[in-house]
């Protein structure tokens, strides 16, 4: 948009609603799947004899795969934030949307839920919450496996899943999610926004729809 540099854009009079870009949440989903998908891989660097006979390295490429694992936790949980952040702000812009409601229910039914709650009464197991959990938890904690070997053997990989804790007031509450299903769940929300509603555009409001 265009204007003169001496109108005071302040006074437009159409809503300036917080920015949810479309084509930033695909780029966020693909690069937190990724990211989980990257230490399922590393076992294919992973050279057990040399580690056996107490040479090093034990990785074939162990500079790469240091600067990889060094950042790979840190890189998901600001992905993470990121896109709850984005879908918090989206929500409260469509809370009153009746295609948003309906679409958010019947997400909600696909995914059975979004959050396995352990800790915490009258926590629900809806996105929005989940988005609330990832924003305000005090422990990002990725589960780890390693292909049900002994524990001292193996590469150890993300499962998806990640267990988070945190406090309400005065109580605690611990809960995981499953990334993959969260992630999946965001993508379809882009979809729906740009197919259902046709919006594309880096900022929308529920007056647009």
Not at 66 to 74: I, K
Not at 158 to 174: F, P, Q, V, Y
């Amino acid at each position: 948009m265009t204007r003169s540099p001496t109108e005071n854009p302040y006074h437009h009079p159409f809503v300036k609603p917080l920015a949810f870009d479309c084509r930033y949440i695909e780029a966020a989903c693909r690069d937190g799947f990724e990211i989980i998908m990257t230490t399922r891989g590393l076992e294919t660097f992973w050279n057990s004899d040399l580690e056996e006979l107490a040479e090093e390295p034990a990785w074939s490429y162990p500079l790469l795969v240091n600067c990889h694992l060094n950042v790979a936790e840190d890189r998901l949980s600001s992905i993470l934030l990121q896109l709850a952040v984005s879908y918090r702000t989206l929500d409260d812009q469509f809370e009153d949307h009746p295609d948003f409601d309906t679409f958010r229910r019947k997400q909600h039914q696909t995914h059975e839920s979004f959050l396995t709650v352990y800790d915490g009464k009258r926590i629900p197991d809806t996105l929005r919450e989940c988005c609330n959990k990832i924003i305000h938890t005090t422990d990002f904690r990725p589960v780890y496996d390693n292909g049900s070997q002994p524990r001292d053997e193996g590469v150890y990989f993300m499962t998806g899943e990640i267990e988070l804790e945190g406090t309400k007031g005065r109580s605690k509450w611990s809960a995981s999610i499953d990334v993959f299903k969260f992630l999946e769940a965001m993508l379809e929300v882009v979809d729906f926004l740009e197919d259902e509603l046709s919006l594309n555009s880096r900022n929308i409001s529920a007056s647009e729809a």
